[in-house]
């Protein structure tokens, strides 16, 4: 039996989040001028790092996430069909970008003597309130693919299909990753629910 409260946390804190990022976007008349990549970088780049401080937590690694993101953006302008492959293309590029550095941070913790211990910077901590601490710590704890999933189905709104292509997998692995994702975030944030 999946955790239920703990789903719903998740749920909500990912959702206040998504909440907070959504501008209302004016989209250009039809006659108007094409959108240029700064237009791209004001309307899209706070919602990339916050997407980028969920699945790396750290604020400054985030950001070169989503500055390289841009950076290939940028190499890639002229091969863009409009607007929303540009926004698709720098959610696969903060995602794989943000592989990228947990892979890194994992050979790293590697060659730490086993004493030290991985703080969270107070930065990262100050970005969430308390209410919400509970359900990063428990993200905290999953494996970065089920972490992917959730964040990008519940901070990004991203549909199953979505989510396959930013992540390179198929359907039934983001549901199946999100099913046992949102179980295993309810049994740390219910240790004694089962």
Not at 27 to 54: F, G
Not at 152 to 162: F, N, P, V
């Amino acid at each position: 039996m999946r955790g239920d409260v703990g789903d719903n946390a998740v749920e909500q804190t990912l959702t206040r989040l998504r909440v907070l990022d959504d501008r209302p976007h004016v989209r250009p008349a039809p006659a108007a001028a094409p959108r240029t990549l700064a237009d791209l970088y004001r309307d899209h780049r706070q919602r990339m790092v916050r997407l980028a401080v969920l699945l790396v937590d750290d604020p400054a690694t985030a950001e070169d996430v989503v500055q390289e993101a841009f950076a290939g953006l940028h190499r890639h302008w002229a091969s863009l069909r409009d607007e929303e492959a540009a926004v698709g293309y720098l959610r696969t590029a903060v995602v794989n970008g943000s592989r990228s550095v947990l892979r890194r941070r994992r050979t790293a913790r590697d060659y730490v003597p086993p004493h030290q211990v991985n703080a969270r910077s107070a930065e990262s901590l100050a970005m969430l309130s308390a209410e919400h601490q509970a359900v990063v710590d428990a993200l905290a704890t999953l494996p970065p693919r089920q972490r992917e999933v959730l964040v990008l189905r519940y901070y990004g709104g991203l549909s199953e299909a979505e989510i396959a292509e930013a992540t390179g997998i198929t359907r039934g692995t983001v549901k199946s990753t999100a099913s046992r994702a949102l179980d295993a975030v309810g049994r740390v944030m219910n240790p004694g629910a089962l």
